[in-house]
């Protein structure tokens, strides 16, 4: 199985980053998993012509290769980072790599939370009908992510490793059902195409 982890933040240094590479090398005897930045997409600006960054076609052929997206979104203001957004706004902008894709969210945070209201925000955003990916219904958040880590990347505490372990778990079975839902993605993807605020 292959899969894209996107890091939803443009911050050097981020343990929503840190939450990815873990996963990323805990899983990977089972599960191949690529991450991929987004900090350096040029700002969206709707250009008239949809023509869309080099940058963001090579993510989005990425995306369309794999079989499904793991997102780590940190939490701003109740909310998912800018550079998440802008990246979304390019990835359904004349094009839908996240169509139909099955996609895992998860979330770590300095407080208690665990980035819940971000992940909530994000759950609509992936249901716009340029978007319309495929999210599993759980998600992973971890709190008080500046003390998660030990020196080796490694989290520290076993029953969130359980937990992770289980809902990584959910998700590569939920991959493998959502590749099956196949019999509505053509017209899915007429309609995303199809679609047009202004005209509504």
């Known amino acids: ?22 996963i990323q090398k805990h899983y990977a005897e089972t599960v191949d998993i690529e991450l991929v930045e987004i900090k350096d997409l ?5 250009p008239a012509d949809k023509t869309v960054p080099d940058s963001v076609l090579d993510i989005a052929t990425k995306i369309e290769a794999a079989d499904g997206v793991i997102i780590g ?13 802008n990246a979304l706004a390019w990835l359904s ?26 992940q909530l925000q994000l ?9 319309k990916a495929t999210v599993l219904p759980g998600e992973f958040l971890l709190s008080h992510s500046l003390q998660a880590f030990d020196q ?9 490793v359980k937990k992770l372990d289980a809902i990584f778990d959910d998700f590569r079975i939920f991959v493998k059902i ?18 047009d ?3 509504l």
């Open 152 to 160: 080796e990347g490694n989290l520290r505490d076993l029953d969130t």
């Open 93 to 118: 902008y004349g094009i839908f790599p996240l169509l139909n894709k099955p996609v895992m969210i998860t979330g770590a945070s300095y407080g208690t939370l665990g980035s819940s209201r971000a």
């Open 178 to 195: 959502a590749g099956k839902l196949q019999n509505a993605q053509d017209l899915l993807h007429k309609e995303a195409e199809n679609f």
């Open 123 to 131: 759950r609509q955003i992936l249901n716009a009908p340029e978007l």
């Open 197 to 199: 605020w202004e005209s």
């Open 42 to 46: 040029p700002v969206f600006n709707k």
């Open 73 to 85: 979104t940190p939490e701003y203001d109740h909310s998912i980072p800018a550079a998440l957004m």
């Open 1 to 22: 199985m292959k899969l894209i982890g996107i890091v939803g933040t443009n911050s050097a240094k981020s343990t929503n980053r840190q939450l990815l590479q873990y």
